[in-house]
């Protein structure tokens, strides 16, 4: 193992300028610190400021949300819903904690994300399937304008996860405003993060409905509580709010999460450079009708010199983080049997062949050079 500062994929990236604990301390010396507060409040709202959500619910991970945004649309025991198949498995989880059916959709080449053409062979087979969940992977945007189209045409409901999107917009507007719920995940990994965290925003054109089904997700992410002196419940409930503390964080993160898009554009463009006379290695497909965070850089590689693997035991060896592109979830043992729409394999040939390259918000140039040129070495 080299003896160099280690390189990671992705890692939390505080502000330079302290942002994160004011706030922190603002819940210190109110003695807020939990369960709920002014950062809670404060940080729903600035994160509708910043995305252009509606009303939106600040929840204890991701995970929680998409859990949340599935209860919120109605799902039911034995409902299927359109999953993509190329995203992490937490993307689809919840809906298996529902007693629901995932159903995969391949992805396209052009997108990395939900194939239309994929999601219209499914809604031929399943016509009355009433939830599509929606990823934008690595911060590319997925297809909406057709993707929403199919939706629209069958009636269902979009969940839209932009765990990894956040700060990335689709013909202008950003990213997890799209789909009737939509949701942000602030996991350590992430654009930005609270330490973990996560939130359910509501764009249901009907204000007062959007209002409602965040309200609702309150309630079910603090145990169900019915408005009674007593402990009364009515229905099952969740410890999924988010910490007075934790939002704190998330606050001063908002700050600064356009910077934090600029340098993961930058690194990506670095790359690009770094790249441009290696033809065996392509980029991946960002800024279509869309400009991506960048969140990772991933790349695809074609030819028969260098594969996957040997990038990531060439990084690994000097103390660099790498991995592979999330493999897809028809092929994971826990999901064996789940049904499957797409005749091309788009997400397993683009597994079979991509890596996604250390993106943190933190390296130098010096960094970056290093990266680029082990990677680069293997074409000697
Ligand atoms: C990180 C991530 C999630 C889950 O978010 P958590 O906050 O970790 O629960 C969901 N979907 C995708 C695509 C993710 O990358």
Avoid at 37 to 50: I, K, M, P, S, T
Avoid at 344 to 365: N, R, Y
Wanted: net charge negative; with cysteine; charged share 25%.
């Amino acid at each position: 193992m080299s003896e160099n500062k280690r390189i990671f994929l992705s890692s939390p990236h505080m502000s330079d300028e302290g942002y994160e604990k004011e706030y922190i301390n603002l819940a210190f010396d109110t003695n807020w610190i939990a369960p709920l507060g002014q950062n809670v409040d404060g940080f729903e709202n600035e994160l509708c400021a910043y995305t252009g959500a509606k009303y939106a619910a600040a929840l204890s991970a991701g995970t929680a949300a998409i859990h949340l945004a599935l209860k919120a649309a109605g799902i039911k025991p034995g409902d299927r819903v359109f999953c993509p198949t190329l995203t992490f498995s937490a993307t689809v989880n919840p809906v298996v904690y529902e007693n629901a059916i995932p159903v995969f959709i391949d992805c396209d080449e052009e997108t990395w994300n939900m194939s239309p053409k994929a999601l219209e062979k499914a809604f031929e087979k399943y016509p009355d399937t009433k939830f599509v969940a929606v990823a934008h992977l690595y911060g590319l945007a997925a297809d909406m304008d057709e993707i929403m189209r199919i939706c629209r045409e069958h009636n269902a409901v979009i969940i839209e996860d932009a765990a990894e999107s956040l700060g990335t917009t689709y013909k202008g507007k950003m990213t997890g405003t799209f789909g009737e719920y939509g949701i942000y995940s602030f996991n350590g990994n992430k654009i930005i993060t609270t330490s973990g965290g996560g939130a359910l925003v509501c764009n249901l054109a009907d204000d007062e409905k959007a209002e409602e089904r965040i309200k609702k997700a309150r309630f079910w992410a603090t145990q169900s509580r019915d408005p009674a002196r007593h402990y009364q419940h009515s229905e099952i409930g969740y410890n999924y709010r988010m910490s007075n503390i934790v939002a704190g964080i998330g606050r001063g993160q908002l700050k600064v999460l356009n910077e934090r898009v600029a340098k993961k554009r930058y690194i990506f463009d670095f790359y690009k450079k770094a790249f441009a006379d290696i033809a065996d290695i392509h980029m991946m497909p960002i800024d279509r009708d869309s400009v991506s965070n960048c969140w990772l850089t991933c790349i695809t590689l074609t030819g028969d010199r260098v594969k996957p693997l040997d990038i990531l035991l060439a990084l690994e060896k000097e103390n660099i983080e790498a991995r592979p592109i999330w493999k897809p979830l028809h092929l994971q043992p826990v999901f064996e049997g789940c049904d499957y729409f797409g005749e091309e394999h788009t997400a397993q040939k683009i597994f079979d062949c991509g890596v996604c390259l250390p993106s943190d918000t933190k390296m130098t140039d010096e960094e970056l050079e290093r990266v680029a040129s082990i990677v680069k070495f293997l074409w000697k």
